[in-house]
C-alpha cells in the first residue's frame, strides 16, 4: 500500500529551503530534499521536475508574499511609498543574498531570469504607477523607478542615496 503524506508539496520546499539556506545551492539536490524528507526521489520529481524548479518555487512564493505586502502599503505620500518598495525588494534580496551570490545558481537561473525579470519590472511599475501619476510619460518613469529600485536594492544602496535622483524624476 503506497504512503500517504500530507503537505508533500509544502514539505519538500520546506526542506529544499532549509538546505539552501544552510548549504547552499550546490550542495541541494533532489536527492538530500527527498532524504531530507524521509520518502523516494521519484517522490519528489513528482511535484517538481528539477531542482531549480523547486528552488524557483519557493522564491516566487516568498516573492509573493513581499509584493503582497507592498501592495497593502498605499500612503500617499512619495517618499514613503518608494521607501517602502525598496525595503520590500532589499529584505527580500538579503533574504537570498548568499543564492544570488553562488555561481552555478547564477548560471542555472540566467535563462529564466531574462524572461521573468520584464514580469518582476512590470509588478513593481503598478506599486510606482500612483507616485508618477502627474508625469507625462508615467509608465515608463514608473518602469525606470521600478529597475533602479531593483538594481539598487540588489547592490545594497543606501535608500537615501538612490532617493535624490528619483525625487529629480517626480
Not at 519538500?12 to 539552501?20: G, I, T
Not at 517522490?43 to 521536475?49: D, I, L, R
Request: glycine letters at 2%; hydrophobic letters at 40%.
Amino acid at each position: 500500500m503506497p504512503k500517504i503524506i500530507d503537505n508533500v508539496r509544502e514539505e519538500r520546499l520546506k526542506e529544499a529551503k532549509r538546505q539552501v539556506n544552510e548549504e547552499g545551492y550546490a550542495q541541494t539536490t533532489i536527492r538530500s530534499v527527498a532524504k531530507g524528507c524521509g520518502i523516494a526521489i521519484g517522490t519528489v520529481y513528482n511535484y517538481f521536475p528539477s531542482k531549480d524548479m523547486l528552488i524557483a518555487t519557493f522564491m516566487m512564493e516568498d516573492w509573493n508574499i513581499t509584493f503582497s505586502s507592498i501592495k497593502k502599503y498605499e500612503n500617499p505620500n512619495k517618499r514613503e511609498r518608494i521607501e517602502s518598495i525598496y525595503k520590500a525588494i532589499l529584505f527580500f534580496t538579503e533574504k537570498y543574498e548568499d543564492l544570488f551570490k553562488e555561481k552555478e545558481a547564477v548560471k542555472a537561473f540566467n535563462s529564466s531570469l531574462s524572461e521573468k525579470h520584464p514580469i518582476l519590472i512590470s509588478q513593481l511599475s503598478t506599486l510606482i504607477l500612483p507616485v508618477v501619476e502627474d508625469i507625462e510619460n508615467k509608465e515608463f518613469t514608473a518602469s525606470f523607478i521600478a529597475e533602479a529600485l531593483l538594481l539598487w536594492a540588489m547592490k545594497g544602496t543606501e535608500f537615501e542615496i538612490l532617493y535624490q535622483i528619483i525625487e529629480k524624476l517626480l
